[in-house]
């Protein structure tokens, strides 16, 4: 509903501008259109408007229900300085009552967390559930913002190799931050360690680096996909070298209890 007011605003926007383009140039005291004056008017105004791309509206359409996740721990290499930032990455708000989904890797090292909203509002949060085998965890804040917005849940099964998708996230705690590509492959296996692998994957092109994990994957229609969970790099570096993996938003339902989209 919240993207289907948006596209009509900006219908709305064109033909107004058109007609008001057509009415000025009109002779005085003619005022009847047709709808071939009104199909110019659209015409016009589609050649004439800057109008934002479709990264740019599907990035505005989930950026308000993309936080700053970081965590926080004592060093124990280092234990006489006391609490320091542990990690840093990305979660999207999923419900009304605050619950977020961020990746496991992002919060396992620490012991108490911060989250920071769109709007800048923090809040303390808690760990509420894991699911290792998806590399899932579900946060919940202590405290909420009045004007939050969860993010629209959309299905991995409707994407195809060369489908366009966004990521925003944190990207080195910088952001949020947008990158756009496309789904490069489905169903990809990613091997965590010798004894761990994560499966059934969407693999994309989408730049995404350290501070980018547990943020949103999303489609031109701003829904969510998929949570970015891993980068590969075989020289062992954290930083992006055109193959990124995302846990799909079926793997995320699941795990939170919702139902099958």
Do not use: C
Request: aromatic share 8%; charged share 20%.
């Amino acid at each position: 509903m919240r993207h289907a007011k948006i596209y009509a605003g900006i219908a709305s926007l064109i033909v107004g501008l058109g007609i008001a383009f057509f009415y000025s140039a009109w002779p005085s005291g003619v005022n009847r259109f047709t709808q071939e004056d009104i199909n110019a008017a659209v015409l016009h105004a589609l050649n004439t408007q800057n109008l934002p791309s479709k990264t740019a509206k599907a990035a505005e359409l989930i950026r308000p229900s993309v936080v700053r996740v970081r965590g926080f721990g004592i060093d124990p290499k280092k234990p006489k300085e006391g609490e320091v930032e542990a990690s840093v990455g990305t979660g999207v708000v999923i419900k009304d009552d605050g619950t977020i989904l961020t990746n496991l890797h992002v919060v396992n090292q620490a012991s108490r967390y911060v989250v920071t909203f769109y709007d800048g509002f923090e809040s303390e949060a808690k760990v509420i559930g894991v699911r290792p085998e998806n590399d899932l965890a579900i946060l919940k804040p202590e405290k909420l913002p009045d004007d939050l917005q969860p993010a629209v849940l959309g299905s991995s099964q409707e994407l195809l190799p060369g489908d366009e998708v966004v990521a925003v996230g944190f990207p080195f705690g910088m952001g949020p931050s947008v990158s756009a590509g496309v789904v490069s492959g489905l169903a990809r296996e990613f091997k965590v360690d010798e004894f761990r692998s994560l499966r059934g994957l969407i693999q994309f092109d989408a730049a995404a680096n350290s501070g980018n994990s547990g943020g949103p994957l999303v489609n031109m229609a701003g829904e969510v996909v998929g949570i970015v969970t891993a980068i590969l790099n075989p020289s062992g570096a954290k930083t992006f070298i055109g193959i990124g993996f995302a846990t799909t938003i079926e793997s995320v339902g699941n795990s939170v209890g919702i139902p099958p989209f």
